[in-house]
Protein backbone atom coordinates (compact mmCIF):
# COMPACT_ATOMS: atom_id res chain seq x y z
CA UNK A 1 0.00 0.00 0.00
CA UNK A 2 1.53 3.65 -0.79
CA UNK A 3 0.73 5.95 0.98
CA UNK A 4 -0.64 9.24 0.44
CA UNK A 5 2.10 12.06 -0.42
CA UNK A 6 1.93 15.39 1.07
CA UNK A 7 -1.33 17.35 -0.52
CA UNK A 8 -0.53 20.29 -2.60
CA UNK A 9 -1.90 23.88 -1.59
CA UNK A 10 -5.27 24.36 -3.88
CA UNK A 11 -5.12 27.12 -6.26
CA UNK A 12 -8.60 28.88 -6.14
CA UNK A 13 -8.98 32.03 -4.33
CA UNK A 14 -11.93 33.90 -3.19
CA UNK A 15 -10.97 36.57 -5.45
CA UNK A 16 -10.09 34.64 -8.92
CA UNK A 17 -10.99 31.15 -9.45
CA UNK A 18 -8.01 30.71 -11.71
CA UNK A 19 -6.29 27.28 -12.02
CA UNK A 20 -3.46 27.12 -13.99
CA UNK A 21 0.30 24.79 -14.11
CA UNK A 22 1.39 26.35 -11.16
CA UNK A 23 -1.16 23.53 -9.88
CA UNK A 24 1.62 21.21 -10.09
CA UNK A 25 4.50 23.52 -8.62
CA UNK A 26 7.28 21.89 -6.13
CA UNK A 27 10.30 21.96 -4.43
CA UNK A 28 12.36 21.08 -7.40
CA UNK A 29 15.11 18.14 -6.28
CA UNK A 30 17.86 16.99 -8.37
CA UNK A 31 16.86 13.69 -9.91
CA UNK A 32 19.05 10.94 -8.01
CA UNK A 33 22.49 10.33 -9.48
CA UNK A 34 23.37 8.07 -6.29
CA UNK A 35 22.21 4.64 -5.18
CA UNK A 36 19.02 4.75 -3.31
CA UNK A 37 19.00 4.39 0.72
CA UNK A 38 19.37 1.24 2.59
CA UNK A 39 15.90 0.01 2.65
CA UNK A 40 15.95 0.13 6.59
CA UNK A 41 16.68 3.96 6.05
CA UNK A 42 13.83 4.97 2.90
CA UNK A 43 10.97 2.17 4.53
CA UNK A 44 8.38 3.19 6.20
CA UNK A 45 5.27 1.34 7.80
CA UNK A 46 2.12 1.37 6.10
CA UNK A 47 -0.69 1.19 8.44
CA UNK A 48 -3.10 -0.83 6.71
CA UNK A 49 -0.45 -3.90 5.86
CA UNK A 50 3.07 -3.21 7.77
CA UNK A 51 4.81 -3.56 4.46
CA UNK A 52 7.71 -1.54 3.58
CA UNK A 53 6.11 1.82 1.80
CA UNK A 54 9.46 1.73 -0.38
CA UNK A 55 7.98 3.76 -2.92
CA UNK A 56 7.25 6.44 -0.31
CA UNK A 57 10.14 6.26 1.77
CA UNK A 58 12.21 6.65 -2.07
CA UNK A 59 10.14 9.79 -2.73
CA UNK A 60 10.17 11.66 0.78
CA UNK A 61 14.17 11.25 0.30
CA UNK A 62 14.42 12.56 -3.12
CA UNK A 63 15.38 8.96 -4.63
CA UNK A 64 12.52 10.05 -7.56
CA UNK A 65 13.66 6.85 -9.82
CA UNK A 66 13.61 4.46 -7.39
CA UNK A 67 10.01 5.71 -6.65
CA UNK A 68 9.07 5.21 -10.04
CA UNK A 69 10.65 2.01 -9.68
CA UNK A 70 8.90 0.86 -6.51
CA UNK A 71 5.34 2.40 -7.55
CA UNK A 72 5.59 0.51 -10.60
CA UNK A 73 5.54 -2.63 -9.35
CA UNK A 74 2.96 -1.70 -6.86
CA UNK A 75 0.51 -0.42 -10.20
CA UNK A 76 0.85 -3.49 -12.18
CA UNK A 77 -0.77 -4.91 -8.71
CA UNK A 78 -3.37 -2.66 -9.27
CA UNK A 79 -2.85 -0.24 -6.61
CA UNK A 80 -4.02 3.00 -7.16
CA UNK A 81 -1.87 5.25 -4.94
CA UNK A 82 1.14 3.59 -6.85
CA UNK A 83 -0.49 4.68 -10.26
CA UNK A 84 -1.10 8.71 -8.34
CA UNK A 85 2.45 8.81 -7.50
CA UNK A 86 3.68 8.11 -10.60
CA UNK A 87 1.39 10.61 -11.97
CA UNK A 88 2.67 13.30 -9.37
CA UNK A 89 6.17 12.28 -10.84
CA UNK A 90 5.49 13.04 -14.00
CA UNK A 91 3.48 15.97 -13.43
CA UNK A 92 6.50 17.82 -11.71
CA UNK A 93 9.54 16.06 -14.02
CA UNK A 94 10.35 14.27 -10.81
CA UNK A 95 13.38 11.95 -11.78
CA UNK A 96 11.89 11.81 -14.80
CA UNK A 97 11.29 14.45 -18.20
CA UNK A 98 8.27 16.64 -17.13
CA UNK A 99 5.04 14.80 -19.01
CA UNK A 100 1.34 15.57 -18.45
CA UNK A 101 -0.21 13.55 -20.85
CA UNK A 102 1.44 10.44 -18.80
CA UNK A 103 0.64 12.16 -15.61
CA UNK A 104 -2.90 12.71 -16.54
CA UNK A 105 -3.07 9.11 -17.65
CA UNK A 106 -1.76 7.61 -14.43
CA UNK A 107 -4.47 10.06 -12.67
CA UNK A 108 -7.23 9.10 -14.37
CA UNK A 109 -6.08 5.40 -13.64
CA UNK A 110 -6.37 5.83 -10.44
CA UNK A 111 -8.89 8.48 -10.20
CA UNK A 112 -11.09 5.07 -11.79
CA UNK A 113 -10.20 3.49 -8.98
CA UNK A 114 -11.33 5.52 -6.00
CA UNK A 115 -7.93 7.71 -4.76
CA UNK A 116 -9.05 11.37 -4.01
CA UNK A 117 -5.57 12.83 -4.30
CA UNK A 118 -5.42 11.44 -8.33
CA UNK A 119 -9.16 13.20 -8.45
CA UNK A 120 -7.83 16.50 -7.32
CA UNK A 121 -4.95 16.28 -9.21
CA UNK A 122 -7.03 15.11 -12.20
CA UNK A 123 -9.32 18.17 -11.72
CA UNK A 124 -6.87 20.66 -11.56
CA UNK A 125 -5.72 19.39 -15.03
CA UNK A 126 -9.01 19.46 -16.52
CA UNK A 127 -9.50 23.06 -14.83
CA UNK A 128 -6.08 24.77 -16.83
CA UNK A 129 -5.89 22.27 -19.53
CA UNK A 130 -2.95 20.80 -18.82
CA UNK A 131 -2.22 17.35 -20.16
CA UNK A 132 -5.54 17.40 -21.33
CA UNK A 133 -8.18 18.67 -23.17
CA UNK A 134 -9.83 21.88 -21.08
CA UNK A 135 -12.79 21.05 -19.22
CA UNK A 136 -14.09 22.64 -16.04
CA UNK A 137 -17.63 20.66 -15.89
CA UNK A 138 -15.84 17.47 -15.17
CA UNK A 139 -13.00 19.35 -13.23
CA UNK A 140 -15.73 20.23 -11.30
CA UNK A 141 -17.22 16.82 -10.81
CA UNK A 142 -13.79 15.07 -10.11
CA UNK A 143 -13.55 17.69 -7.22
CA UNK A 144 -17.31 16.43 -5.80
CA UNK A 145 -15.93 12.72 -5.84
CA UNK A 146 -12.63 13.74 -4.40
CA UNK A 147 -14.75 16.04 -1.85
CA UNK A 148 -17.33 13.06 -1.22
CA UNK A 149 -14.12 10.62 -0.03
CA UNK A 150 -13.05 13.43 2.50
CA UNK A 151 -10.16 15.08 0.61
CA UNK A 152 -10.09 19.05 2.23
CA UNK A 153 -8.71 20.62 -0.54
CA UNK A 154 -11.27 19.87 -3.19
CA UNK A 155 -14.08 20.68 -0.61
CA UNK A 156 -12.48 24.15 -0.27
CA UNK A 157 -11.55 24.16 -4.30
CA UNK A 158 -15.34 23.09 -4.87
CA UNK A 159 -16.77 25.45 -2.74
CA UNK A 160 -15.48 28.44 -3.87
CA UNK A 161 -16.64 27.24 -7.43
CA UNK A 162 -19.91 27.44 -5.93
CA UNK A 163 -19.86 30.61 -4.06
CA UNK A 164 -18.84 32.61 -7.39
CA UNK A 165 -21.28 30.55 -9.70
CA UNK A 166 -18.46 29.46 -11.73
CA UNK A 167 -19.09 26.05 -13.53
CA UNK A 168 -21.47 25.00 -11.68
CA UNK A 169 -25.07 26.77 -10.62
CA UNK A 170 -23.70 29.31 -7.43
CA UNK A 171 -24.94 27.24 -3.90
CA UNK A 172 -24.41 29.23 -1.24
CA UNK A 173 -25.77 26.58 1.45
CA UNK A 174 -23.68 23.95 -0.63
CA UNK A 175 -20.83 26.38 -0.43
CA UNK A 176 -20.72 26.61 3.09
CA UNK A 177 -21.17 22.90 3.53
CA UNK A 178 -18.19 21.96 1.81
CA UNK A 179 -16.37 24.75 3.12
CA UNK A 180 -17.48 23.61 6.65
CA UNK A 181 -16.10 19.77 6.03
CA UNK A 182 -12.84 20.73 4.97
CA UNK A 183 -12.45 23.71 7.78
CA UNK A 184 -13.24 20.46 10.20
CA UNK A 185 -10.40 18.77 8.44
CA UNK A 186 -7.90 21.70 9.14
CA UNK A 187 -7.96 23.52 5.78
CA UNK A 188 -6.96 27.28 6.89
CA UNK A 189 -8.10 28.60 3.57
CA UNK A 190 -11.27 26.80 4.53
CA UNK A 191 -10.80 28.34 8.11
CA UNK A 192 -10.89 32.05 6.54
CA UNK A 193 -13.22 31.53 3.78
CA UNK A 194 -15.84 30.08 6.37
CA UNK A 195 -14.91 32.44 9.03
CA UNK A 196 -15.39 35.48 6.39
CA UNK A 197 -19.33 34.29 5.62
CA UNK A 198 -19.64 34.33 9.50
CA UNK A 199 -18.56 37.73 9.51
CA UNK A 200 -20.30 39.26 6.88
CA UNK A 201 -23.57 36.73 7.61
CA UNK A 202 -23.71 35.45 3.88
CA UNK A 203 -24.89 31.79 3.43
CA UNK A 204 -24.88 31.44 7.55
CA UNK A 205 -26.25 33.45 10.36
CA UNK A 206 -24.22 36.20 10.74
CA UNK A 207 -21.74 35.76 13.90
CA UNK A 208 -18.71 37.49 15.19
CA UNK A 209 -17.67 35.03 17.74
CA UNK A 210 -17.57 31.91 15.08
CA UNK A 211 -16.13 33.96 12.92
CA UNK A 212 -13.10 35.07 15.06
CA UNK A 213 -12.67 30.81 16.03
CA UNK A 214 -12.36 30.12 12.54
CA UNK A 215 -10.33 32.92 12.09
CA UNK A 216 -8.01 32.05 15.18
CA UNK A 217 -7.94 28.37 14.08
CA UNK A 218 -6.32 30.04 10.66
CA UNK A 219 -4.50 32.12 12.14
CA UNK A 220 -2.52 29.70 14.26
CA UNK A 221 -1.98 27.55 10.76
CA UNK A 222 -0.15 30.75 9.32
CA UNK A 223 -2.55 31.92 7.26
CA UNK A 224 -1.83 36.17 6.98
CA UNK A 225 -5.36 36.88 5.87
CA UNK A 226 -6.66 35.52 9.06
CA UNK A 227 -3.93 36.84 11.03
CA UNK A 228 -4.98 40.60 10.10
CA UNK A 229 -8.96 39.84 10.98
CA UNK A 230 -7.86 38.27 14.09
CA UNK A 231 -5.41 40.77 14.74
CA UNK A 232 -7.77 43.51 13.72
CA UNK A 233 -10.62 42.17 16.46
CA UNK A 234 -8.48 41.39 19.15
CA UNK A 235 -7.49 45.00 19.19
CA UNK A 236 -11.03 45.89 18.94
CA UNK A 237 -12.70 43.55 21.43
CA UNK A 238 -15.35 42.49 18.58
CA UNK A 239 -16.00 38.96 18.50
CA UNK A 240 -12.78 37.72 21.20
CA UNK A 241 -11.46 39.17 24.61
CA UNK A 242 -9.73 42.44 23.89
CA UNK A 243 -5.84 42.60 24.26
CA UNK A 244 -3.93 45.36 22.31
CA UNK A 245 -0.70 43.95 22.74
CA UNK A 246 -1.11 40.27 21.52
CA UNK A 247 -2.77 42.06 19.00
CA UNK A 248 0.07 43.69 17.92
CA UNK A 249 2.37 40.85 17.92
CA UNK A 250 0.33 39.18 15.57
CA UNK A 251 0.37 42.58 13.13
CA UNK A 252 3.88 41.93 13.70
CA UNK A 253 3.98 38.36 12.33
CA UNK A 254 1.93 39.32 9.64
CA UNK A 255 3.84 42.53 8.47
CA UNK A 256 6.80 40.34 8.74
CA UNK A 257 5.18 38.30 6.26
CA UNK A 258 4.34 40.62 3.92
CA UNK A 259 0.73 42.34 4.26
CA UNK A 260 0.58 45.71 3.32
CA UNK A 261 -2.54 45.52 5.82
CA UNK A 262 -0.59 44.61 8.44
CA UNK A 263 2.12 46.45 7.86
CA UNK A 264 0.13 49.70 7.89
CA UNK A 265 -2.08 48.67 11.22
CA UNK A 266 1.52 47.96 12.63
CA UNK A 267 2.90 51.51 11.61
CA UNK A 268 -0.07 52.85 13.69
CA UNK A 269 0.40 50.75 16.81
CA UNK A 270 3.65 51.98 16.85
CA UNK A 271 3.28 56.08 16.44
CA UNK A 272 0.44 56.10 18.84
CA UNK A 273 1.61 52.83 21.19
CA UNK A 274 -0.80 51.20 21.83
CA UNK A 275 0.19 47.27 22.42
CA UNK A 276 3.77 48.33 21.65
CA UNK A 277 5.77 51.03 23.04
CA UNK A 278 5.72 54.16 20.80
CA UNK A 279 9.15 53.73 18.23
CA UNK A 280 8.96 56.97 15.41
CA UNK A 281 11.79 55.08 13.68
CA UNK A 282 9.89 51.80 13.39
CA UNK A 283 6.65 53.41 12.83
CA UNK A 284 7.87 55.64 9.88
CA UNK A 285 9.57 52.32 8.85
CA UNK A 286 6.74 50.15 8.81
CA UNK A 287 4.95 52.80 7.16
CA UNK A 288 7.53 52.87 4.06
CA UNK A 289 6.99 49.82 3.46
CA UNK A 290 3.49 49.44 3.58
CA UNK A 291 3.55 51.98 0.66
CA UNK A 292 5.44 49.98 -1.17
CA UNK A 293 3.11 47.32 -0.90
CA UNK A 294 0.27 49.34 -1.89
CA UNK A 295 -1.39 50.75 1.32
CA UNK A 296 -1.10 54.36 1.94
CA UNK A 297 -2.65 55.94 5.15
CA UNK A 298 -2.42 59.71 5.26
CA UNK A 299 -2.65 59.78 9.43
CA UNK A 300 1.12 57.88 9.49
CA UNK A 301 1.95 60.22 6.56
CA UNK A 302 1.54 63.27 8.34
CA UNK A 303 2.87 61.21 11.35
CA UNK A 304 6.30 60.54 9.36
CA UNK A 305 6.24 64.36 7.90
CA UNK A 306 6.38 65.27 11.28
CA UNK A 307 9.67 63.67 12.67
CA UNK A 308 13.09 64.74 12.58
CA UNK A 309 15.17 64.23 9.42
CA UNK A 310 17.11 61.91 11.60
CA UNK A 311 14.10 59.70 12.40
CA UNK A 312 12.91 60.16 8.61
CA UNK A 313 16.64 59.37 6.98
CA UNK A 314 16.90 55.91 9.32
CA UNK A 315 13.43 54.92 9.03
CA UNK A 316 14.41 54.92 5.36
CA UNK A 317 17.09 53.22 5.72
CA UNK A 318 15.73 50.03 7.14
CA UNK A 319 12.43 50.32 5.31
CA UNK A 320 15.28 49.79 2.25
CA UNK A 321 17.53 46.99 3.56
CA UNK A 322 13.89 45.03 4.11
CA UNK A 323 12.74 45.58 1.23
CA UNK A 324 15.76 44.63 -0.70
CA UNK A 325 15.71 41.48 1.58
CA UNK A 326 12.53 40.80 0.54
CA UNK A 327 13.48 41.35 -3.02
CA UNK A 328 16.17 38.83 -3.07
CA UNK A 329 13.82 36.17 -1.67
CA UNK A 330 11.29 36.87 -4.04
CA UNK A 331 12.44 38.27 -7.46
Avoid: C
Avoid at 248 to 277: E, N, V
Avoid at 310 to 324: G, T, Y
Amino acid sequence: MIRRYPARAALLTLAALALASSAFAQDAKTPEKSPAPPASQAATKSADDNQPDLAYGAYQRGYYLTALKYATAEAEKDEPQAMTLIGMLYANGLGVGQDSVKAAHWYELAAARGDPDAMFSLAMMYFSGQGVTKDPKKGADLLQQAADKGHALAAYDLALLYLQGQTVQKDIAHAVKLLTASAAAGNDKAQYALGTLYKEGRGVPKNQQKAMQLMGAASVAGNIDAMVEYAIAEFNGNGVEKNEPAAAQLFLRAARRGSPIAQDRLARILMAGRGMPVDPVEAVKWHIIAKAGGDHDAEVEAFAAKQSKKVRDEAENKAKEWLATLTALHP
